[in-house]
């Protein structure tokens, strides 16, 4: 019977299952190739399981060769940048560090090529709209230029004052840059006009990493820009994790609800200004080809100090990382903070996926007595984000981290950590593969000063509105929710 069934099998049949085990045998020695062994099994299962499909799936959003162009002109830029600022020690004159703290800022500086420098925090925002109206106000000051970039940008009533800012800046023959995400803006109301009605305003925009294969552009479709910063005139910067787009990110569904995102964006002055205003003009380069002017900031303190305005109150030292980058700086930052933690560990981070290296480092300060916590939504906008998130939230208790859920419906989106008051970051970033991997962020580390006391406020009121998960409770949650939370960690590790 068995030989029946052969004999009715055609050519095509054995070649398909040929091509297949051919296949499966390539992936083999392809896939793993610069890959985390976690990343690489979850990728060789979807292939071995799902034949073709899974190895289609790989070759559009698995293969790093994609990354290769972005990853050469971002090797170009760090070189320039190591050579602009060879001669700069690791800490200006006038700012000290500890030992500890001077290897965080070594090691940041052999990642990314980008020195520690002099910067003035003015205020942190944690209120959604104050920012978007004094990012607008600081616009209706430029004189000469206004550099933006921005993740998600939607045109809607809460973000009109600083489209109108932009508008009076044109009219007053600033130059205006702007750049936002293709895919990350893509899918909110009237984002196909949104174009338009920059050209309208004489602002020379892009839509960054474009998906558009009817013009032959192909590329990685999860590999975004997600970095959020302002320049004006290279004197005053915004950085953070706020979007340019309503609270409610113009969702019916979020509109019912009430829910809004929480956010923060610092204001800064002195020399980071130059750096943040670098990590731009890489960019910049890599979607329009034109080359923006660079000031070493050692120059740009000295100018600053000749014209008696703001040379940096508290040392600074600014992070990029993405696709661009081989080593994963942001990751290999948090992973330090942990390590060099001794009293307390605060970390706030909406989409909490950790790596390895991260997850052991986190434990292992909790085991070793450091009082570790972490806050994250009750409710996460994502459902498969934040079922993956939940399947570590058990093994980190375990390990004695304190775990507290910033209540529904609101969604906490600020990404920032603080280790014993001494070291602390803000940014962009998630702490969780997609950002370590896939998106450009951009993470701001300092020291003791304004900056570090106030995300410690801005903690504190997290904590005093946040509810404190039990242990012993989570671990009786359903077990549907168990299994869908560990399914979905599995597909967390596909990049």
């Given at each position: 019977?068995?030989?029946?069934?052969?004999?009715?099998?055609?050519?095509?049949?054995?070649?398909?299952v040929?091509?297949?085990?051919?296949?499966?045998?390539?992936?083999?020695?392809?896939?793993?190739?610069?890959?985390?062994?976690?990343?690489?099994?979850?990728?060789?299962?979807?292939?071995?399981?799902?034949?073709?499909?899974?190895?289609?799936?790989?070759?559009?959003?698995?293969?790093?060769v994609?990354?290769?162009?972005?990853?050469?002109?971002?090797?170009?830029?760090?070189?320039?940048?190591?050579?602009?600022?060879?001669?700069?020690?690791?800490?200006?004159?006038?700012l000290?560090?500890?030992?500890?703290?001077?290897?965080?800022?070594?090691?940041?500086?052999?990642?990314?090529?980008?020195?520690?420098?002099?910067?003035?925090?003015?205020?942190?925002?944690?209120?959604?709209?104050?920012?978007?109206?004094?990012?607008?106000?600081?616009?209706?000051?430029?004189?000469?230029?206004?550099?933006?970039?921005?993740?998600?940008?939607?045109?809607?009533?809460?973000?009109?004052?600083?489209?109108?800012?932009?508008?009076?800046?044109?009219?007053?023959?600033?130059?205006v840059?702007?750049?936002?995400?293709?895919?990350?803006?893509?899918?909110?109301?009237?984002?196909?006009?949104?174009?338009?009605?920059?050209?309208?305003?004489?602002?020379?925009?892009?839509?960054?990493?474009?998906?558009?294969?009817?013009?032959?552009?192909?590329?990685?479709?999860?590999?975004?820009?997600?970095?959020?910063?302002?320049?004006?005139?290279?004197?005053?910067?915004?950085?953070?994790?706020?979007?340019?787009?309503?609270?409610?990110?113009l969702?019916?569904g979020?509109?019912?609800?009430?829910?809004?995102?929480?956010?923060?964006?610092?204001?800064?002055?002195?020399?980071?200004?130059?750096?943040?205003?670098?990590?731009?003009?890489?960019?910049?380069?890599?979607?329009?080809?034109?080359?923006?002017?660079?000031?070493?900031?050692?120059?740009?303190?000295?100018?600053l100090?000749?014209?008696?305005?703001?040379?940096?109150?508290?040392?600074?030292?600014?992070?990029?990382?993405?696709?661009g980058?081989?080593?994963e700086?942001?990751?290999?930052?948090?992973?330090?903070?942990?390590?060099?933690?001794?009293?307390?560990?605060?970390?706030?981070?909406?989409?909490?996926?950790?790596?390895?290296?991260?997850?052991?480092?986190?434990?292992?300060?909790?085991?070793r007595?450091?009082?570790?916590?972490?806050?994250?939504?009750?409710?996460?906008d994502?459902?498969?984000?934040?079922?993956?998130?939940?399947?570590?939230?058990?093994?980190?208790?375990?390990?004695?981290?304190?775990?507290?859920?910033?209540?529904?419906?609101?969604?906490?989106?600020?990404?920032?950590?603080?280790?014993?008051?001494?070291?602390?970051?803000?940014?962009?970033?998630?702490?969780?593969?997609?950002?370590?991997?896939?998106?450009?962020?951009?993470?701001?580390?300092?020291?003791?000063?304004?900056?570090?006391?106030?995300?410690?406020?801005?903690?504190?009121?997290?904590?005093?509105?946040?509810?404190?998960?039990?242990?012993?409770?989570?671990?009786?949650?359903?077990?549907?929710?168990?299994?869908?939370?560990?399914?979905?960690?599995?597909?967390?590790?596909?990049?």
């Amino acid at each position: 019977m068995a030989v029946g069934v052969v004999d009715q099998l055609e050519w095509y049949h054995f070649l398909i299952v040929g091509l297949d085990y051919v296949l499966k045998f390539v992936a083999l020695g392809w896939v793993p190739q610069k890959r985390r062994p976690s990343s690489a099994m979850a990728w060789l299962l979807a292939i071995f399981l799902i034949p073709f499909i899974g190895i289609l799936l790989f070759i559009m959003i698995g293969s790093p060769v994609v990354n290769r162009r972005r990853h050469k002109i971002q090797m170009q830029a760090n070189a320039l940048i190591r050579d602009m600022s060879s001669g700069e020690p690791d800490v200006p004159k006038g700012l000290e560090v500890t030992e500890e703290q001077l290897s965080m800022v070594q090691l940041n500086r052999e990642l990314t090529a980008m020195p520690a420098v002099g910067g003035t925090l003015q205020k942190l925002y944690s209120d959604y709209a104050e920012s978007i109206r004094e990012i607008a106000n600081a616009i209706d000051e430029a004189q000469h230029y206004v550099n933006v970039e921005i993740y998600i940008m939607a045109w809607d009533e809460t973000t009109d004052p600083f489209f109108q800012a932009l508008a009076r800046a044109t009219d007053r023959g600033v130059e205006v840059r702007l750049m936002y995400d293709h895919v990350g803006s893509m899918k909110y109301p009237e984002s196909h006009l949104l174009g338009r009605k920059l050209d309208r305003l004489g602002i020379e925009w892009y839509a960054m990493l474009p998906l558009k294969p009817w013009r032959w552009k192909f590329r990685r479709p999860d590999l975004r820009n997600h970095r959020k910063l302002v320049i004006i005139d290279g004197e005053r910067a915004f950085m953070g994790s706020q979007n340019m787009i309503d609270a409610s990110y113009l969702n019916s569904g979020n509109l019912k609800l009430g829910r809004q995102w929480v956010d923060i964006m610092g204001e800064f002055t002195g020399p980071i200004v130059s750096i943040i205003n670098s990590v731009f003009a890489v960019d910049w380069y890599t979607e329009s080809g034109e080359t923006l002017d660079l000031i070493d900031p050692s120059v740009h303190a000295e100018q600053l100090a000749t014209a008696k305005k703001d040379t940096g109150a508290e040392l600074m030292q600014l992070v990029p990382s993405g696709p661009g980058f081989t080593t994963e700086p942001n990751l290999r930052l948090f992973v330090s903070m942990a390590h060099h933690a001794k009293e307390s560990l605060q970390i706030v981070s909406p989409y909490f996926i950790p790596e390895e290296s991260l997850l052991e480092a986190v434990t292992t300060a909790a085991y070793r007595g450091v009082k570790v916590s972490l806050y994250v939504s009750e409710e996460s906008d994502q459902m498969m984000v934040g079922h993956a998130q939940a399947s570590y939230y058990e093994e980190l208790m375990e390990s004695g981290v304190e775990i507290y859920q910033y209540p529904a419906p609101a969604v906490l989106h600020t990404k920032c950590a603080i280790a014993d008051g001494e070291v602390a970051v803000m940014g962009s970033s998630n702490m969780d593969m997609r950002s370590f991997g896939l998106n450009y962020e951009i993470t701001l580390m300092t020291f003791e000063g304004a900056v570090m006391d106030s995300l410690q406020e801005i903690i504190n009121a997290y904590r005093e509105a946040s509810l404190h998960l039990d242990l012993k409770e989570w671990k009786n949650r359903p077990w549907y929710k168990q299994y869908l939370d560990n399914v979905f960690r599995l597909t967390s590790a596909l990049q």
